[in-house]
């Protein structure tokens, strides 16, 4: 169990750490954005409704076909590259398609929805070349994944973040292309690391096509493609409702609050790349079920710190990070960061549908959701604006991690520890409001320190306190203090203690 559970925390950190890092870039690339003027807010409403097609775009653009290669990988070696190739050819041939219909129809969707079209039509449609090419890059980056090549994995894709950000500052900072500048950053990484990829696309492809193989794949992975497009809804959709009811720089204030409290992901992305794999294998174990109920339960405790934490911080960070314009985002961030901890609760409950190949009922989940979001918008923006925005997300993310998780169950009925659960929700609580309402005014950099340390501390407080911990692992706990402090100090012959 200990070493399974090592296995899956170490991919999280490999995956992660580049992740982590890039991200702490990202935030003060948007620091400098906003306060060297290089992006106004119109500029980040045009931004969150660039980001809202794209998604979408992606989402068809792979047929859910990514996650049929996953699913089919580990049957017959062999026939991996007649499946990989019949997947590749598809792609291209239906994309093409697909994207020549898009650039045609771009003129008169960026009329719809944007202050000034003939600024922001040049980044759409770089956006949508760049959405084009990447559509079958799942086929390395799986295959990695899949032959646990973590490091290689991250490798490239901390590669391409780099290449991305300093593109952006070239392009944006530099020579003030503004949105333009962006995707022209996006559209160029990608043709740098089309070739990369080939070393581990090579194997994969060969001139050869299979009907049957297509039809299984389309089989599994198309009733992935609603669920998918509704997914988006809980984020893209609500933004483009959101832009019928205020205005384009308003919309900007409510993206920027939406991407400091997507932290979250900081978490979810590295643990969701490594948790498919492992759940695969895991659920192979005689005592698989239980061990997938013990990283929910981590997983879960994870998220809680996340959220108390960036619900301390809030009103500190929209300082450091933003400008006192943006002030209203520090409102929307705990309820944002809520919303994205209840989709990290998805992805750990709803696996059962995977396992057992009941992915149908994925979209069952997904579309409630995005009825919850966008009935929620309708009814919650037109009186709050972007907070009624913000709270739509977060009760569409609430239904759709709860309906999901029940579906799951039906399907592969898992014991989940309940009582630990809710001790980690209590604690997050708890961390928050003391980091909060306890600790005095300062200034916004010294505050962001004090009520992030403040929360994490009491969290583990009140863990440590509550029972949360098991004897096992707070055994293990104290073995792991000790051998850190072992590494840095060590007991000389007369009884005393040296720095090593």
């Given at each position: 169990?200990?070493d399974?559970?090592?296995?899956?925390?170490?991919?999280?950190?490999?995956?992660?750490?580049?992740?982590?890092?890039?991200?702490?870039?990202?935030?003060?690339?948007?620091?400098?954005?906003?306060?060297?003027?290089?992006?106004?807010?119109?500029?980040?409403?045009?931004?969150?409704?660039?980001?809202?097609?794209?998604?979408?775009?992606?989402?068809?653009?792979?047929?859910g076909?990514?996650?049929?290669?996953?699913?089919?990988?580990?049957?017959?070696?062999?026939?991996?590259?007649?499946?990989?190739?019949?997947?590749?050819?598809?792609?291209?041939?239906?994309?093409?398609?697909?994207?020549?219909?898009?650039?045609?129809?771009?003129?008169?969707?960026?009329?719809?929805?944007f202050?000034?079209?003939?600024?922001?039509?040049?980044?759409?449609?770089?956006?949508?070349?760049?959405?084009?090419?990447?559509?079958?890059?799942?086929?390395?980056?799986?295959?990695m994944?899949?032959?646990?090549?973590?490091?290689?994995?991250?490798?490239?894709?901390?590669?391409?973040?780099?290449?991305?950000?300093?593109?952006?500052?070239?392009l944006v900072?530099?020579?003030?292309?503004?949105?333009?500048?962006?995707?022209?950053?996006?559209?160029?990484?990608?043709?740098?690391?089309?070739?990369?990829?080939?070393?581990?696309?090579?194997?994969?492809?060969?001139?050869?096509?299979?009907?049957?193989?297509?039809?299984?794949?389309?089989?599994?992975?198309?009733?992935?493609?609603?669920?998918?497009?509704?997914?988006?809804?809980?984020?893209g959709?609500?933004?483009?409702?959101?832009?019928?009811?205020?205005?384009?720089?308003?919309?900007?204030?409510?993206?920027?609050?939406?991407?400091?409290?997507?932290?979250?992901?900081?978490?979810?992305?590295?643990?969701?790349?490594?948790?498919?794999?492992?759940?695969?294998?895991?659920a192979?174990?005689?005592?698989?079920?239980?061990?997938?109920?013990?990283?929910?339960?981590y997983?879960?405790?994870?998220?809680?710190?996340?959220?108390a934490?960036?619900?301390?911080?809030?009103?500190?960070?929209?300082?450091?990070?933003?400008?006192?314009?943006?002030?209203?985002?520090?409102?929307?961030?705990?309820?944002?960061?809520?919303?994205?901890?209840?989709?990290?609760?998805?992805?750990?409950?709803?696996?059962?549908l995977?396992?057992?190949s009941?992915?149908?009922?994925?979209?069952?989940?997904?579309?409630?959701?995005?009825?919850?979001?966008?009935?929620?918008?309708?009814?919650?923006?037109?009186?709050?604006?972007?907070?009624?925005?913000?709270?739509?997300?977060?009760?569409?993310?609430?239904v759709?991690?709860?309906?999901?998780?029940?579906?799951?169950?039906?399907?592969?009925?898992?014991?989940?520890?309940?009582?630990?659960?809710?001790?980690?929700?209590?604690?997050?609580?708890?961390?928050?409001l003391?980091?909060?309402?306890?600790?005095?005014?300062?200034?916004?950099?010294?505050?962001?320190?004090?009520?992030?340390?403040?929360?994490?501390?009491?969290?583990?407080?009140?863990?440590?306190?509550?029972?949360?911990?098991?004897?096992?692992?707070?055994?293990?706990?104290?073995?792991?203090?000790?051998?850190?402090?072992?590494?840095?100090?060590?007991?000389?012959?007369?009884?005393?203690?040296?720095?090593?």
């Amino acid at each position: 169990m200990r070493d399974r559970l090592k296995q899956l925390s170490t991919g999280v950190a490999i995956y992660g750490a580049g992740d982590v890092a890039i991200q702490v870039v990202n935030f003060a690339l948007l620091a400098v954005y906003v306060k060297g003027g290089f992006l106004t807010a119109l500029d980040f409403g045009g931004l969150a409704l660039l980001g809202a097609i794209e998604a979408f775009a992606k989402v068809l653009s792979r047929w859910g076909l990514d996650g049929a290669f996953m699913r089919y990988y580990h049957e017959d070696a062999e026939r991996r590259p007649r499946l990989a190739s019949t997947i590749l050819w598809f792609l291209l041939a239906a994309n093409t398609l697909v994207f020549a219909g898009a650039f045609a129809a771009a003129p008169f969707v960026a009329v719809r929805l944007f202050d000034d079209p003939a600024k922001y039509l040049p980044a759409a449609n770089l956006m949508l070349a760049n959405t084009w090419l990447i559509a079958a890059t799942f086929l390395p980056f799986h295959s990695m994944r899949m032959q646990r090549q973590a490091v290689a994995y991250s490798a490239l894709t901390f590669a391409r973040s780099v290449g991305t950000v300093v593109l952006r500052i070239a392009l944006v900072i530099w020579l003030g292309l503004g949105l333009t500048g962006v995707y022209l950053a996006d559209l160029a990484v990608t043709l740098l690391l089309l070739p990369v990829l080939w070393r581990w696309g090579r194997p994969l492809v060969a001139f050869t096509f299979s009907w049957d193989d297509l039809s299984r794949a389309l089989r599994f992975g198309l009733p992935r493609v609603p669920h998918g497009m509704a997914q988006q809804i809980l984020d893209g959709g609500n933004k483009l409702l959101l832009n019928r009811y205020i205005t384009q720089p308003e919309l900007g204030v409510f993206q920027n609050g939406q991407a400091l409290g997507t932290a979250i992901k900081f978490f979810t992305g590295a643990f969701e790349t490594a948790w498919a794999p492992f759940y695969y294998a895991a659920a192979r174990e005689p005592d698989g079920k239980i061990t997938l109920a013990k990283v929910a339960t981590y997983g879960v405790a994870v998220l809680a710190l996340l959220v108390a934490a960036m619900t301390a911080v809030a009103h500190d960070v929209v300082l450091v990070v933003l400008t006192p314009d943006y002030l209203r985002a520090a409102d929307l961030l705990p309820i944002i960061a809520l919303g994205m901890a209840l989709q990290g609760v998805y992805l750990l409950t709803s696996i059962g549908l995977n396992l057992t190949s009941r992915t149908e009922f994925y979209p069952v989940a997904t579309f409630t959701a995005a009825a919850a979001v966008l009935a929620g918008g309708v009814w919650l923006m037109p009186r709050h604006g972007a907070l009624g925005a913000a709270l739509a997300f977060l009760f569409a993310s609430a239904v759709q991690a709860g309906l999901a998780g029940a579906l799951a169950h039906r399907f592969y009925p898992m014991r989940y520890e309940t009582a630990r659960i809710a001790r980690v929700v209590v604690a997050g609580l708890g961390a928050a409001l003391l980091a909060r309402w306890a600790v005095p005014s300062m200034a916004p950099l010294a505050g962001l320190v004090v009520r992030g340390g403040t929360a994490v501390i009491a969290y583990a407080l009140m863990l440590w306190w509550s029972g949360f911990l098991r004897p096992s692992e707070r055994a293990y706990l104290v073995e792991l203090v000790t051998r850190v402090r072992g590494r840095g100090w060590r007991r000389s012959p007369d009884g005393t203690s040296a720095r090593l």
